[in-house]
């Protein structure tokens, strides 16, 4: 089957989305059918994924280093990963204990219906506070990775508009904006 240059461009926007598994049944069908026929695509889903993964390992290591500070120290990878993973475990929940303790009367007219109020509503918010952090990552780790370079730039546009509500989606947008 022919792979014409537009349909990699198309299915490129629908990879990050595609490997953070948030992708609609039908571009996701529409992904795979490609993905199925060129080589090229799958290179740059499996360095995605690569990421992800490396991603998520460093950040389940953060959390149970953090839920378990007394036990002994892992220390395969770099402490500052740890560290900034950490103080976005810590400014995600202070920003959740902030939200409580504000009183309705102080925030925003648009933002009075609140949701987020109750506990698993927080909850809700810390996950995706974390699976944005986890793609910040993600994307930081690719753009070391020579050759990534345009892989990791397309992960900060899918985290500056899907997660634009979250610290690390807003930071992804200033990245991608020209200065
Ligand atoms: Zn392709």
Known sequence: MAVNEHSCQDVDELLVAYADGELAAEPAERASAHLATCEKCRCKLAALERSLELAKAVWKES???????????????PRWIKAAAAACIVLAVGLAVLWLATGPESRPPGLQPDPRHSAAGVQAMIQREEASARLAASARILSLQPGAEQAAEDAYRYLASAYSDTPAGREAARRILPQ
């Open 63 to 77: 959390a149970e280093a953090l839920a378990a500070p007394a036990t002994e120290p892992v220390r395969r990878r």
